[in-house]
């Protein structure tokens, strides 16, 4: 399963790349409103040179088919990295449709239930977002919607990309491989966490303390 961030804060994407983890990143307007990216499309562009020929999502805001057109093509002609973030309506299928034609990857985001999952694939979406942690937040179980998803696309052989998304913690992130996801897009706070285990702390700690004690001179104590 390839790890992308989900963040829009450039400080991150710059220091979630160089741990060597980073297969891509997705952006949304929230994530953009709170790194305060006022240009967010040469915020866009920088992501995409700060991981290098990673997929990077960019999401559209209007909500007819004609206004989604004219902001992909926008967003596309930033870099050729840039894949389009299209919510799951009706309008939004359109879109990804007529994308798909003119050779424009798209993510379908938004997506809450297996069915939509179906319809964004139907579409000829590259990639499709189901929301864990917001559906995990209704008392729904989200991650059995990304393993409905995979499933499904597996017997059919769709190819679309299921991206575990909304994820909140490190146990989201095992699931979501577990449940065969190709992708989970992980905030920066829960990427640092999956690098952290009390025993490999603890386990530096004696190493570095038993080498010291190795390197001085016999009853000095360093
Ligand atoms: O980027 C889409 C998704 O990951 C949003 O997550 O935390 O706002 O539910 P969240």
Redesign the pocket.
Request: net charge positive; glycine share 6%; hydrophobic share 20%.
């Given at each position: 399963m390839k790890l992308f961030l989900?963040s829009a804060d450039l400080d991150e994407v710059r220091e979630a790349a160089g741990w060597g983890v980073l297969s891509g990143v997705?952006?949304?307007p929230?994530?953009l409103a709170k790194a305060g990216a006022r240009d967010f499309q040469s915020v866009i562009r920088e992501i995409c040179t700060l991981v290098p020929g990673g997929p990077i999502?960019a999401e559209v805001v209007s909500e007819d088919t004609a206004g989604m057109l004219r902001e992909a093509r926008e967003l596309a002609a930033l870099h050729p990295q840039v894949v389009i973030?299209i919510p799951m309506t009706p309008a939004g299928m359109a879109a990804v449709r007529a994308l798909k034609d003119e050779g424009i990857r798209t993510n379908v985001?938004l997506v809450f239930s297996t069915a939509q999952g179906l319809l964004a694939a139907a579409a000829g979406a590259s990639f499709v977002?189901p929301?864990v942690?917001?559906l995990d937040d209704t008392g729904a179980d989200g991650m059995a919607v990304v393993r409905e998803i995979v499933s499904i696309y597996r017997l059919y052989g769709y190819p679309t990309e299921v991206i575990a998304?909304?994820?909140?913690h490190p146990r989201h992130v095992v699931e979501a491989a577990l449940a065969g996801a190709h992708i989970a897009?992980i905030?920066f706070k829960v990427l640092r966490q999956l690098f952290e285990h009390p025993l490999t702390r603890q386990g530096i700690e004696r190493f570095l303390a038993d080498w010291r004690a190795l390197q001085a001179p016999r009853g000095v104590e360093v």
């Open positions: 989900d997705t952006t949304n929230s994530l999502s973030k985001t977002s929301f942690g917001r998304a909304s994820i909140r897009t905030p």
